[in-house]
């Protein structure tokens, strides 16, 4: 038997519930892992709360993201005693998750965990600090270089933002910070902005082109704010979409794209293949200050994550959760 958060629907509605589960249920898969820890992303936090449909099977246990031991192997690849690391591939979402003290897993979506990580510093990166490297590589890929100018990176206080300014911070470049709490200036300096903006500035509908100001930008929010990001980078500039924070449209123009030479570079982190994976966690060991996992992250147990997934979505939680899946 483990402990699990599960996901059910039916005629009596959506709902999530911590249960007692027999072994016999998990799914089909050649490498069975004993989580240590989970984290919390945006999905687990749409999943649990049933606010939009990521779920796509029932009864479903959550978590994009996990962190353990491997306990049973028929791959050869992999075997008991082996720490792992597991990002997306649709777990959490058509297969059972992380927000389990068990899974069973395809081998070919897990990761032997980088050795400059815990499990636990892993699950504070997670898919959300695993998506900032990705982001990071996208402008880099696009030429983006410390010397050109500044990156914006938006909804900063956030687990994406949060990951994403420590990189860039210590990879030597200007960052500024767009925060729709600037409360949490003082954090955001303290992970190395050097300016942090209101996202009221960019939340309303603007002009096709602006003042340009960015050589790079991360955005993790999508609608407006993607469309003035977008609007005020510089000749040449990249910039990275990887959220919808604030809304799935983009009401933009073609402007920014055929007058400035502006890159829009997609970034996806559920279906990136291996090798890039494999590079970003390398990337992470080498371009992310472990000091500052601390302040990024806390730690809760697998018995706070159903009420902790409706904070998250209103935008409450700073940096990134870890979950505990023994308590
Ligand atoms: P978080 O919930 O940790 O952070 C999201 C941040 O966005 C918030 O902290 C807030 O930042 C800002 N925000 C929230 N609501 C709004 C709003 N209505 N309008 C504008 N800004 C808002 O989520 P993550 O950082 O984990 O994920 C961010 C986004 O990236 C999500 O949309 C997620 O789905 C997506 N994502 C995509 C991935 C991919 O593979 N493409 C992988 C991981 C995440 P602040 O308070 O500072 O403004």
Redesign the pocket.
């Known amino acids: 038997m483990f402990k699990g958060v599960l996901i059910e629907k039916d005629e009596n509605g959506y709902r999530a519930a911590l249960k007692e589960l027999d072994d016999s249920l998990l799914p089909a898969g050649d490498v069975t892992v004993k989580v240590a820890y989970s984290c919390f992303?945006?999905?687990d936090g749409l999943a649990i709360t049933g606010q939009s449909p990521v779920v796509r099977r029932f009864p479903m246990i959550p978590g994009v993201d996990l962190a353990g031991t491997v306990e049973a192997s028929s791959h050869p690849e992999y075997r008991v005693g082996d720490s792992v690391l597991l990002n997306g591939w649709g777990v959490g979402e058509t297969h059972w998750g992380g927000f389990a003290q068990k899974a069973r897993l395809r081998s070919e979506w897990l990761v032997p965990l980088p050795v400059a990580f815990t499990p636990r510093q892993a699950m504070a990166i997670g898919?959300?600090g695993y998506?900032a490297m990705l982001c990071v590589l996208a402008l880099e890929r696009g030429g983006v270089t410390p010397d050109k100018g500044e990156i914006l990176v938006t909804?900063?206080?956030?687990?994406?933002?949060s990951v994403a300014v420590s990189i860039l911070a210590k990879l030597g470049y200007r960052v500024v910070a767009v925060?729709?709490?600037m409360e949490?200036a003082d954090y955001l300096k303290g992970l190395g902005a050097a300016e942090v903006l209101a996202?009221a500035e960019f939340a309303d509908p603007g002009k096709p082109l602006g003042k340009e100001r960015w050589e790079g930008a991360i955005d993790?929010?999508g609608s407006h704010?993607l469309a003035n990001v977008c609007a005020t980078m510089r000749y040449g500039g990249v910039v990275a979409a990887?959220?919808?924070?604030?809304g799935m449209d983009f009401p933009a123009t073609v402007a920014p794209f055929i007058l400035r030479g502006v890159t829009l570079a997609g970034?996806?982190?559920?279906m990136c293949p291996r090798p890039a994976r494999l590079e970003a966690w390398a990337r992470l060991a080498r371009d992310l200050d472990l000091s500052k996992l601390d302040a990024i992250s806390h730690e809760i147990g697998l018995s706070d994550a159903i009420p902790m997934a409706k904070t998250?979505m209103a935008?409450r939680?700073r940096g990134r959760v870890v979950i505990d899946v023994e308590r």
């Open positions: 992303n945006y999905k898919t959300a998506t909804g900063a206080a956030g687990g994406v933002g925060s729709g709490r949490e996202r993790v929010v704010v990887c959220g919808l924070a604030g970034v996806d982190s559920v998250l935008g939680v």
